[in-house]
């Protein structure tokens, strides 16, 4: 317990998921996690190249995405720097494709995330 400090600049930037387009290798990059409990909430960053297309997929946490730079576009929907999305536990999202000029932003999670989910996997809804 107690107050944590963390400094962002101090945790390395990693490479994520990748796609080809053209010739061109498209990367998301993230600094996960900034901050993190053992209960949560967990706290990261990530920043992807122009283009960059991450599928649908699904969490198995509660999620706040907070656009910070550039635009991102989540199921046929863009969005601008300065939007958040919240996403309920277990809900399918996306693709996410970043804007041309790439896209940077904030996510938060209720509990540590445990990974990208397939759609297909993804619980029922009633």
Request: hydrophobic letters at 35%; a negative charge; one cysteine or more.
């Amino acid at each position: 317990m107690g107050v944590r400090v963390i400094v962002e600049d101090e945790i390395p930037w990693r490479d994520g998921s990748e796609m080809v387009e053209d010739g061109k290798v498209l990367r998301a990059h993230s600094r996960f996690p900034i901050a993190h409990f053992e209960t949560g909430p967990w706290f990261g960053r990530a920043k992807y190249d122009p283009g960059m297309r991450v599928e649908a997929h699904w969490h198995p946490c509660n999620e706040v995405l907070y656009i910070t730079q550039g635009e991102l576009t989540v199921g046929g929907e863009a969005y601008k720097a300065g939007t958040a999305l919240a996403i309920d536990e277990g809900t399918v999202y996306g693709p996410l494709v970043a804007g041309p000029e790439g896209a940077e932003f904030l996510t938060i999670r209720d509990k540590q995330p445990q990974g990208v989910m397939k759609p297909e996997n993804a619980p029922k809804r009633a």
